[in-house]
């Protein structure tokens, strides 16, 4: 069991308390139109220093959760089979990406439902043909993270 960063949960806390003040303190300058680049580079560099640690965080969390997987990389898909046998996907070392599931380098969600899967069980599960080719190639090294780009709130 990996333990809770406090620290970087305060550090979060203080993010949410101050954040909307800060950026209401660059907005309403008095000087001009413009921001003041010093309160420009303040709010950056927190920004910058708090964003590296959160991906910090995220690289251990992921590497205490790749511990479960098989060594091959290999897991089930998630999600209801709808009257098929589920297929395996390959996560490599793998990433969470919601929650606990896994993003196969097709996509897929994934879980280790097998946990490092000493018996092989994965075996018997058809392997996906986008996957069986990401995983032949040389220029694999991790899982790509999943860009969400495509999604826009409306205020
Ligand atoms: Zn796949």
């Known amino acids: 069991m990996i333990e809770r960063d406090e620290q970087l949960l305060e550090r979060l806390q203080d993010l949410d308390k101050s954040l909307a003040p800060d950026i209401a303190w660059l907005l309403r300058n008095p000087c001009g139109d413009t921001p003041r680049a010093d ?10 220093a708090l964003g590296e640690a959160l991906l910090k ?11 479960r ?7 089930p898909e998630a999600g209801p089979p ?18 606990p599931l ?8 994934c ?9 092989h069980r994965i075996a018997r599960h058809p ?3 986008a996957c069986t080719s990401a995983a032949a190639s040389p220029e694999l090294v ?7 780009s495509g999604n826009t709130h409306k205020s």
Do not use: N, Q
């Open 111 to 119: 879980l280790p439902f097998y946990g490092k899967d000493p018996t």
């Open 69 to 75: 997987l098989p060594p091959e990389g290999w897991i």
């Open 127 to 129: 392997r996906c043909t």
């Open 142 to 148: 991790s899982v790509r993270p999943v860009r969400t």
């Open 57 to 67: 965080r995220s690289d251990e969390l992921d590497r205490h959760a790749a511990v």
């Open 82 to 99: 709808a009257g098929r046998i589920r297929a395996a996907h390959y996560v490599g070392r793998g990433e969470l990406r919601y929650g």
């Open 39 to 48: 309160g420009l580079r303040d709010l950056g560099e927190r920004l910058s």
């Open 102 to 109: 896994y993003l196969a380098t097709c996509g897929a969600p």
